[in-house]
C-alpha cells in the first residue's frame, strides 16, 4: 500500500439517539377524503406515536492532536438542543417547523428538519454527512441535505 505522507485518515462517525413523539399524517393541500384514502389509519383524529431511532453520520480526517474526527462531547450537546425540540412533542401541533410551515409530519421531513437543526447547531457543520430516521422496524429514512430544483416542461425554473 503506497501512503502519501501528507494523506490524512478519512473516517465515519456514527451516533444514535432515540426519542417519542406522537403525529397525524394530514395534508393541508389535500381534502378530507383524499387525506383518508392517502394515510389511511395515520389520518385518524386521535393520531399516534412512534419511538424514533435517529442516527447521525459525520465523515471528516482524524486530528492529528486529538485523534478525532469530531469532538463526541459537542456532538452529544447539539444533538441533545434538537432532541428537545421533539422528544415527548406533537410535532404537529408543539415543533413550530411542522405547525408554521404546515408541513407533513412524514419520516421524510421529519429526517430534514433534524439533519436541518443539527446542522445549525454544529460547530463543524460541513461534517453532516446524513442523518437516518427508523420511524418503526421496518421503515427508515435517510437525508443528506440534498435538493433539487423543480423544472417546468421546457426546463425552466419554477
Ligand atoms: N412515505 C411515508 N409513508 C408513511 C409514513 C412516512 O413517514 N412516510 N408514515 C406512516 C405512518 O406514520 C405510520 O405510523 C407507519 O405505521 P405502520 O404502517 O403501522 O408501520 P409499519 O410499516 O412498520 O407496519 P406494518 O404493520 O407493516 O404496516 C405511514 N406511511
Ligand atoms: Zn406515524
Request: proline share 2%.
Amino acid at each position: 500500500m503506497s501512503l502519501n505522507s501528507h494523506s490524512r485518515p478519512i473516517v465515519d462517525l456514527i451516533r444514535c439517539e432515540t426519542f417519542s413523539a406522537s403525529h397525524r399524517l394530514n395534508s393541508e393541500a389535500l381534502n378530507a377524503e383524499e387525506n383518508k384514502e392517502i394515510f389511511g389509519k395515520c389520518n385518524n383524529s386521535n393520531g399516534h406515536g412512534h419511538n424514533y431511532r435517529w442516527e447521525v453520520h459525520l465523515r471528516g480526517v482524524i486530528d492529528e492532536k486529538t485523534g478525532m474526527v469530531y469532538n463526541l462531547e459537542n456532538l452529544k450537546r447539539e444533538m441533545s438542543a434538537v432532541l428537545d425540540l421533539v422528544d415527548h412533542k406533537n410535532l404537529d401541533l408543539d415543533v413550530d417547523y411542522f405547525r408554521e410551515n404546515k408541513m407533513v409530519s412524514t419520516t421524510e421531513n421529519v429526517a430534514m428538519f433534524l439533519y436541518d437543526s443539527l446542522k445549525e447547531r454544529m460547530e463543524k457543520p460541513d461534517l453532516l454527512l446524513k442523518v437516518k430516521v427508523h420511524e418503526t422496524d421496518k421503515n427508515s429514512f435517510v437525508y443528506k441535505g440534498q435538493r433539487m430544483i423543480p423544472l417546468d416542461e421546457g426546463g425552466h425554473e419554477i
